[in-house]
């Protein structure tokens, strides 16, 4: 038999040559190869002694202390999550108020042609006071319920929350979108509640859906804590004041977005 | 026949303990798609050692092994939908890291390169030829400690490709099969077996002259370093 190769030898080596006992006998007697086989194992025995540097057992929880601030509310559900149909509510909703928008704009007779661009900002405005509105009212509604909650016979032990936690969750889609869209128009003052109530509505969407007394008196005191139910109703009062007067323009310049943001 | 039984014992009581984890991960796991993000940490507490000598291993160096440690929990995190609840995370968060520390090795390779001016490279090019040849036989003096042999392999580890790197420490240290070692290299088992096989060769190549028989330095390599042979002899 011909000296093995050096192929031939690791392979055996990692154990996954076919011809394991021909290859085993010819080391027996061949020399050569038997020094060659150990001097790879040499190699790879030297390459074992590098060190790894060692952390301690509380690594794991600093690594956790790290990452915590910069993990989203909620896991990633991939491809699934798009599957949910709450997320199609959401996004179907969404789309219908881009969409009337876009329309309105397009049909929206400018009333001279040095303030087109104003006027189109004012119909997308008005689009998105509603859609807003609406949206805040349904918060309302929650939040309300949840704050006015309680064990419904003396003495029960659980409080199920689940269908709160429902609304909840689908309103979480569209406040995020509103919230990034109130951001980009600079209205600080709205996406500031909007971002308060994302918040609260988290809070509820990631408590458990049964509560004993004790454990919704503390989600109720949180719900208070941000004030966020007055917040809501503050500027849903303010978005339909807007409404209701048709000619009211939105802040064009930016110094009336920080007076606004400011008030 | 005592001494099999205690072994047998032993074993069991591994993989009784492994499949505790395995399903106490299960559970972390669906906790935190349920909205628990607390729940997280038990995973991450439980595997980052792990993933930290992995990433180490790869990166070669403890800030970049750090930040892949860290980012490959951020992306399991993101994408744990996407994870099949009867695999096990531990390996799949391994791939992560490893398929991130890849990424990463080939972009620090690109920088490096990119920051080598054309200057510094026409220099290199005209060198003298003889100047280029390393003088890599070691003295006794300077193979006294183990810190030469370990910079010796921390550059031979460098100069394999980020692909070789990844096949020889997941296969070598980490005793993962050859299919998890392909799946983690976009390749066919066969061209993981091949990429395995390289980079033992280049890493032979590169300190079989350091290297002693039983795998410790070689004090009287200044005059004698062995030299690898051929494919045949």
């Known amino acids: ?67 915590a601030p910069r993990l989203p509310e909620k896991a990633g559900r991939g491809w699934r999550a798009w599957l949910e149909p709450r997320r199609w509510v959401a996004i179907g909703a969404m789309a219908a108020v881009v969409a009337a928008a876009f329309v309105a704009g397009r049909w929206s007779k400018p009333k001279d042609a040095g303030a087109p661009a104003a006027s189109v900002a004012q119909v997308r405005e008005r689009v998105l006071v509603v859609a807003v509105g609406e949206h805040l009212g349904k918060s309302e509604m929650v939040l309300m319920e949840l704050a006015n909650a309680a064990p419904s016979a003396s003495g029960q032990k659980q409080i199920n929350i689940s269908a709160e936690q429902r609304r909840a969750e689908d309103l979480l889609d569209a406040n995020r979108l509103y919230r990034e869209t109130a951001q980009h128009d600079g209205d600080a003052a709205l996406a500031d509640v909007l971002d308060d109530l994302e918040r609260v509505l988290l809070d509820v969407a990631h408590s458990p859906q049964e509560l004993t007394p004790a454990k919704l008196e503390s989600l109720q005191k949180r719900i208070e804590a941000h004030g966020i139910l007055f917040k809501v109703r503050v500027v849903g009062k303010e978005l339909q004041e807007k409404e209701k007067t048709p000619n009211s323009a939105p802040p064009a310049t930016e110094s009336e977005k920080r007076e606004r943001n400011q008030a | 026949m005592i001494r099999m039984s205690e072994s047998a014992g032993r074993t069991q009581d591994r993989e009784a303990l492994q499949n505790a984890a395995r399903e106490s991960d299960a559970i972390a796991v669906e906790r935190t798609l349920a909205g628990e993000r607390d729940a997280f940490r038990s ?185 690898p042979r051929g494919t045949e002899l």
């Open chain 2, 43 to 227: 995973l991450v507490e439980r595997h980052s050692q792990q993933l930290f000598r992995l990433a180490y291993r790869m990166t070669g160096n403890e800030h970049d092994a750090e930040e892949v440690v860290q980012e490959a929990f951020l992306r399991a995190y993101k994408n744990l939908g996407q994870f099949g609840s009867r695999a096990n995370f531990g390996t799949w968060a391994y791939r992560i890291a490893a398929n991130y520390a890849i990424d990463r090795m080939r972009q620090k390779r690109n920088e490096e390169a990119r920051r080598q001016t054309p200057s510094a490279l026409a220099e290199e090019q005209e060198q003298d030829p003889l100047d280029l040849v390393p003088d890599e036989r070691p003295t006794p003096d300077r193979l006294a400690g183990n810190t030469e042999l370990r910079k010796k392999m921390e550059e031979a580890l460098k100069e394999l490709s980020s692909s070789e790197r990844t096949a020889f420490v997941m296969r070598h240290w980490e005793g993962c099969a050859i299919e998890e070692i392909a799946a983690v290299l976009k390749s066919t088992t066969s061209a993981a077996k091949n990429t395995v096989f390289r980079s033992v060769q280049k890493l032979r190549r590169a300190l079989e002259p350091y290297v002693g028989a039983r795998g410790v330095l070689q004090a009287k390599a200044a005059g004698a370093a062995p030299q």
């Open chain 1, 1 to 67: 038999m011909k000296h093995l190769t050096e192929e031939q030898l690791f392979a055996y080596r990692e154990g996954e040559t076919t011809q394991r006992e021909a290859i085993a006998e010819h080391l027996t007697s061949c020399t050569a190869c038997r020094t060659e086989l150990d001097r790879i194992e040499a190699v790879l025995s030297a390459l074992d002694n590098l060190p790894v540097p060692e952390r301690g057992p509380e690594y794991g929880r600093a690594v956790w202390q790290k990452i």
